[in-house]
């Protein structure tokens, strides 16, 4: 896959101190055009200034799009609403991993590949037992799957696309097995493996819920349901996570240390995090009573208190993620005849009542992919620790393919951004 250059868009200029610099204005497929800034330092001794990036185009990738004015969201042009109703998580990561979706023998194949690389090295048993039983399972993925890059030294060497192409069908594979003996191994229970008889997201369910001492039946709602949500989890472009991962791979190092990055970021409140953090507001919130003097808490600027779940840095629209993740909402909780789940009730109040709020209208809050997930993980008796271990189940598709993106870019070096410096000028020693 080659990159076509962007197009030319015309320039803009700018004068400071008499001198002019102008820069050409690229666009490219969709979105948002950009303006090349790369000779800027040297012709106006310039550095641009832009914390947390919100304006800043890291890189070029043809992977996803996202319009956030419209609320569209597209994995190589195809629409998320489409890929969720239609595609399994299997194909899906071939999309995102290849460019294309898969014929029906690329996807047999695909699937062979994901399941003889789905079982763990006997000795990483050992890494789960150096953790406490409480230790919280992204704090034992981001360990253990950093400490994998041991157990397959030869995939440090980047320098071949056979050799990164084997390392994210690993990473893809092995994410289910690490996420699911996380989740044993913090129950006391025996860990079970994954069976070929089984799709991915089936797998997935009995390695969570299978027990050594009574047959296990996969719920097929359940796993339909879980394919989806990591459908919808799978990329979302330049997020925090995968510019972690895209950050730590342009110094060449392992591409299971460049995931054990992106883990880290992900388990953030503010990004993967807020799933787990959505169902403690509910459970704080407690009733639909509560819910105005919550909603003032939150407008109060000194009270710290965000709306999780709420807001996102691109879209100024409904996430569409977020849409689809309260209709499987409804379908999980008919499915496992949950007739009234007071938190799904309590958090489409407490959605109406901030959608109908100037606070949040003004500035474009609307509810994003982690308000509804908890409800559903909760409901399929996920427990809250495990929420954005799924996230990183599903986001590790995401994060390879933008990870192997990257060597195919001609524009490609090591990121390393500048500062505004506001410290101390030079100063001697007193000594
Ligand atoms: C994910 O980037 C991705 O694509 C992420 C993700 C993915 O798939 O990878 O989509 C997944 O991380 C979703 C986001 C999950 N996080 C949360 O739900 C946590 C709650 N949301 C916020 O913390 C916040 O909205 C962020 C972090 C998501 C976005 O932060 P920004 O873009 O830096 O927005 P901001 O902090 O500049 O907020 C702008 C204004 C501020 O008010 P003013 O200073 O203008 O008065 O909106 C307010 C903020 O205080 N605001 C919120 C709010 N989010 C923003 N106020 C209350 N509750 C919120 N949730």
Not at 49 to 69: M, N
Not at 168 to 191: C, D, H, N, Q
Not at 205 to 222: E, G, H, Q, S, T
Not at 226 to 245: K, P, Y
Request: proline fraction near 5%.
């Amino acid at each position: 896959m080659s990159f076509s250059p962007p197009q030319d868009d015309g320039t803009v200029s700018i004068t400071f101190q008499g001198k002019t610099a102008t820069l050409p204005v690229l666009s490219g497929a969709s979105g948002n055009s950009v303006v090349d800034i790369r000779s800027l330092t040297k012709e106006l001794g310039l550095f641009t200034f832009d914390p947390g990036l919100g304006s800043t185009a890291a890189c070029e990738s043809k992977i996803t799009f996202i319009d956030g004015e419209k609320g569209i969201l597209l994995y190589r042009g195809y629409p998320i609403e489409q890929l969720a109703a239609k595609s399994s998580f299997a194909e899906v990561a071939y999309l995102l991993l290849y460019g294309e979706l898969p014929s029906k023998e690329e996807h047999e194949d695909f699937k062979e590949r994901l399941l003889n690389h789905s079982l763990l090295h006997e000795q990483i048993r050992n890494f789960f037992n150096g953790y406490r039983r409480d230790a919280h399972p992204m704090a034992m993925l981001c360990g253990t799957v950093g400490g994998l890059s041991a157990f397959y030294p030869e995939g440090i060497d980047i320098s071949n696309e056979e050799s990164r192409d084997l390392s994210a069908v690993r990473l893809i594979a092995k994410m289910p097995t690490l996420a699911a003996w996380a989740y044993k191994y913090s129950r006391g229970e025996p860990f079970v493996y994954p069976r070929a008889d089984y799709s991915y997201s089936e797998n997935f369910i009995n390695m969570l819920f299978a027990r050594a001492d009574r047959p296990y039946k996969v719920n097929p709602i359940l796993s339909n349901a879980l394919d989806r949500i990591l459908i919808l989890h799978a990329d979302h472009e330049q997020n925090a996570s995968t510019s972690t991962v895209r950050l730590t791979g342009s110094t060449g190092s392992h591409p299971f240390a460049c995931v054990a990055a992106g883990i880290a970021a992900l388990w953030g409140p503010a990004h993967g995090g807020a799933n787990e953090a959505v169902l403690q507001m509910l459970g704080k919130i407690g009733s639909k009573e509560n819910i105005p003097d919550f909603i003032a808490k939150v407008k109060d600027k000194n009270s710290n208190v965000r709306l999780m779940g709420f807001g996102h840095r691109v879209y100024k629209n409904f996430d569409p993620r977020a849409k689809i993740m309260q209709q499987t909402c409804y379908e999980v909780l008919e499915e496992l005849g949950i007739k009234h789940d007071p938190l799904l009730e309590l958090a489409i109040e407490l959605e109406k009542y901030a959608l109908n709020d100037d606070y949040f209208v003004q500035r474009k809050l609307y509810p994003n992919v982690d308000f509804y997930s908890g409800i559903i993980f909760k409901a399929m008796g996920i427990p809250k620790s495990m929420f954005t271990a799924f996230f990183a189940v599903a986001r590790t598709v995401g994060w390879v393919s933008q990870w192997k993106e990257a060597f195919n870019d001609p524009l490609r070096r090591i990121y390393r951004p500048r500062q505004l410096y506001t410290g101390h000028q030079r100063r001697d020693l007193n000594k």
